[in-house]
T-cell receptor
Framework: GNSVTQMEGPVTLSEEAFLTINCTYT??????LFWYVQYPGEGLQLLLKATKADDKGSNKGFEATYRKETTSFHLEKGSVQVSDSAVYFC????????????WGAGTKLIIKP | DVKVTQSSRYLVKRTGEKVFLECVQD?????MFWYRQDPGLGLRLIYFSYDVKMKEKGDIPEGYSVSREKKERFSLILESASTNQTSMYLC??????????????FGPGTRLLVL
């Protein structure tokens, strides 16, 4: 069945460091891929998405590229800020999950000033 | 902006109580969802609804029921609360799309403690 695997957290970085949060997936179809972010005390919100292979999603300085050959959708940011501290969730949907979102476990990111 | 509101941010209930969690969205979305969020487990879908009075079981429906009498409101009911239902509950809504996943919009969550 479909599944999403994220790197375990917490990930702790200093401000202005380069960020990578790994996400790999298993899907039998051609999924759409998503990154959602949950800031402290808030619900989740969509950060970026990609709907086909080689697409790059981007928002707020974050990027992720849909890599079908490695079944990955790693989240990157060149220079993180304290305000980026949050929990990041990778997710997929495709026809075999009836278009419901399949979620990773989440990765907590802590940015120190 | 889409707004999804949940009736309580924090709730404390006793084992065996009947618990109602309410969710309201203001964007005329067809789809609504209830998830629970537990550390290390991500989000798990409890129930979803794609129309008024329609509901579908998610991955973990046991011990829960739902009600959708109006398009904007989706209620989660814990018939007899148990300690293993202590969790964060998240409601979400999305526009209906037959062929792909539309963005889900989330409420702030209800943190439920069952004693």
């Amino acid at each position: 069945g479909n599944s999403v695997t994220q790197m375990e957290g917490p990930v702790t970085l200093s401000e202005e460091a380069f960020l990578t949060i790994n996400c790999t997936y298993t899907a039998t179809g051609y999924p759409s891929l998503f990154w959602y972010v949950q800031y402290p005390g808030e619900g989740l919100q969509l950060l970026l998405k990609a709907t086909k292979a080689d697409d790059k999603g981007s928002n707020k300085g974050f990027e992720a590229t849909y890599r079908k050959e490695t079944t990955s959708f790693h989240l990157e940011k060149g220079s993180v800020q304290v305000s980026d501290s949050a929990v990041y969730f990778c997710a997929l949907s495709d026809v075999n999950s009836n278009y419901q979102l399949i979620w990773g476990a989440g990765t907590k990111l802590i940015i120190k000033p | 902006d889409v707004k999804v509101t949940q009736s309580s941010r924090y709730l404390v209930k006793r084992t065996g109580e009947k618990v109602f969690l309410e969710c309201v969205q203001d964007m005329d979305h067809e789809n609504m969802f209830w998830y629970r969020q537990d550390p290390g487990l991500g989000l798990r879908l409890i129930y979803f609804s794609y129309d008024v009075k329609m509901k579908e079981k998610g991955d973990i429906p046991e011990g829960y029921s739902v009600s959708r009498e109006k398009k904007e409101r989706f209620s989660l009911i814990l018939e007899s609360a148990s300690t293993n239902q202590t969790s964060m509950y998240l409601c979400a809504s999305s526009v209906d799309s037959q062929w792909y996943q539309e963005t889900q919009y989330f409420g702030p969550g209800t943190r439920l403690l069952v004693l």
